[in-house]
């Protein structure tokens, strides 16, 4: 059976931004893949938690996203 065309989540973007109930678009911080003996315990959990995209970056996201918000 063949898919029906149309719009397309990009699934690239869908695994590295998550959209927030209010519709703001998170990203996780770069930097916590390897070399984590030469950080700081404090410096790795800050790399953990998300942060907010810049709302220049948001929009074009957003459009990559169209069943998300």
Do not use: E, W
């Not at 930097?31 to 030469?38: A, T």
């Amino acid at each position: 059976m063949r898919r029906p065309k149309g719009i397309k989540t990009k699934k690239s973007v869908a695994k590295r931004f998550k959209i927030t109930a209010r519709g703001k678009v998170m990203r996780m911080r770069a930097g916590k893949r390897h070399l984590l003996q030469g950080k700081s315990p404090k410096r790795r959990r800050s790399l953990g938690t998300s942060k907010q995209v810049d709302p220049t970056d948001a929009y074009r996201i957003l459009q990559n996203l169209p069943f998300s918000h």
